[in-house]
Nanobody
Framework: QVQLEESGGGSVRTGGSLTLSCQRS????????VGWFRQSPGKECETVAL????????LYADSVKGRFTGSQDHVELTLFLQMNGLKSEDTGMYYC???????????????????????GGQGTQVTVSS
C-alpha cells in the first residue's frame, strides 16, 4: 500500500461533523483503490470506506453507512471523507492509503487489509465526546 497524507481531524461533540482530506501523489495514481481506515484505542485497524477511484464508487463499513460520505477532487488529487452524526465509537486515528496490487472494483471492495499496514501512517486524530 501507499500511505497518503491525511488531515482534518479534530475534537467534536456527539452528533457533530468533520471532513477529512487525503492528499494523493502522482505516484499513487496508478493505484485505483483508496481506502479510509481507522484504529480506535484497544482495537484493531479497520476499514471505514473503500473507494474505486476511476468511477468514485465507494463501499462503506456498516458502522458508518449513512453517516459518512466519500468524495474526490480529480484536479486537486484529493479525497474527502465527510463524517456526519459522529458517535463516541468513531473516536480513533484515521488513515488514508492506496492499496497496491488491486485490479478493478471487485478486488477493491473485497480487499483484505490483514498484512497491509494501512494504519501505519501519520494519521489524523478524531475524538468524539459527549
Amino acid at each position: 500500500q501507499v500511505q497518503l497524507e491525511e488531515s482534518g481531524g479534530g475534537s467534536v461533540r456527539t452528533g457533530g461533523s468533520l471532513t477529512l482530506s487525503c492528499q494523493r501523489s502522482q505516484y499513487s495514481l496508478r493505484n485505483t483503490c483508496v481506502g479510509w481506515f481507522r484504529q480506535s484505542p484497544g482495537k484493531e485497524c479497520e476499514t471505514v470506506a473503500l473507494i474505486h477511484t476511476p468511477d468514485g464508487t465507494t463501499l462503506y463499513a456498516d458502522s458508518v453507512k449513512g453517516r459518512f460520505t466519500g468524495s474526490q477532487d480529480h484536479v486537486e488529487l484529493t479525497l474527502f471523507l465527510q463524517m456526519n452524526g459522529l458517535k463516541s465509537e468513531d473516536t480513533g486515528m484515521y488513515y488514508c492509503a492506496a492499496l497496491t496490487s488491486i485490479s478493478g472494483r471487485g478486488q477493491c471492495f473485497s480487499a483484505d487489509i490483514r498484512g497491509r499496514d494501512v494504519c501505519g501512517g501519520q494519521g489524523t486524530q478524531v475524538t468524539v465526546s459527549s
